[in-house]
């Protein structure tokens, strides 16, 4: 019965991953069915705990935050929870033997979310490593299934998408992010006055971050490549379309990319794919 209730475990996170992001859902299927299971089942795990620190707002985030971390490592020594979310997560851990320091990195991040408004440079680094870089990292666990060496060659690039696809949401979330949980992630950035130069500075950066993770992708193996395109290319349009804006309109939306654009989207990066031709 145990393997029913690691595929019902499974279902979950899959449905949570679809209710959350049609973006990443869509890139997911775009792997080879092998990987979906265990790259929803990360997905899974991620967003539950970003949700309880960005959006419980009338519960106690520190005492539920704890408790999901307690539970994660349990579920790790036990290899089982009775959560479903962390079922499924802590059978990937296992499996691929995923470097827990990574776990305990994202934790690290999602406990600045808690109580930390403003980031020096240090802290920003160490914020976008533990919140969106490890989570790179525990999916190409996941894609070099075992290999150690591909996994360390691979390792800065999947860092730098990670990073690329954090900074982008920060963009994207200027507003949200600055209004209602008063987060300010970019150091030494006042959003009440936003100049050009400061906008493109964050943007050069960026770019250098998409630059180098492209590098990484076309290297990938063959069953990961398009779904990691695929959600390559769902950013860097976001993040085409948040350049062509100036400082104040970005503070007044939520840029996002048209349910039509993104069947565009899927449909250049499998022609791009099957003519070796990603850029």
């Known amino acids: 019965m145990s393997s029913l209730f690691n595929q019902v475990s499974a279902e979950c996170s899959k449905l ?42 009338s519960h106690d985030k520190y005492e539920l935050l704890e408790k ?7 579920s790790f020594n036990n290899k089982i929870s009775l959560n479903p979310i962390l079922n499924s ?33 240090d802290e920003y680094k160490k914020y976008i490593y533990g919140s969106a870089e490890v989570v790179g990292l525990m999916c190409l ?35 949200a992010d600055s209004e209602i949980l008063k987060r300010t992630y970019f150091p030494g950035i006042d959003f009440n006055d936003f100049s050009d130069k400061q906008k493109k500075q964050i943007e050069e950066d960026i770019e250098s971050d998409f630059k180098n993770a492209l590098e990484g992708i076309k290297q990938l193996p063959i069953k ?31 840029i996002r990319i048209p349910d039509l654009l993104k069947a565009v989207i899927v449909f250049n990066a499998r022609i791009k794919s099957k003519l070796s031709i990603l850029n």
């Open 68 to 74: 999901f971390k307690n539970e994660t490592y349990e």
């Open 224 to 254: 990961a490549r398009l779904g990691v395109y695929v959600a390559y290319c769902y950013y860097l349009k976001l993040f085409q379309k948040i350049t062509k804006l100036k400082p104040a309109e970005i503070l007044e939306q939520r």
């Open 16 to 57: 949570t991953t679809e209710r959350y992001s049609t973006s990443f859902s869509s890139s997911i299927r775009m792997l080879h069915k092998d990987l979906h299971t265990p790259i929803y089942n990360i997905y899974g795990f991620v967003r539950f705990a970003d949700e309880i620190v960005d959006s419980f707002h």
């Open 141 to 175: 666990y996941v894609f070099c299934n075992g290999n150690e060496k591909e996994y360390q060659h691979l390792k800065p690039y999947a860092k730098s998408l990670g990073a690329a696809f954090q900074k982008v949401n920060f963009l994207r979330d200027v507003k």
């Open 89 to 121: 997560f802590q059978l990937v851990v296992n499996e691929y033997n995923i470097d827990i320091e990574l776990v305990d990195a994202f934790f690290a991040s999602m406990s600045f979310d808690l109580n930390k408004k403003t980031y020096d440079e």
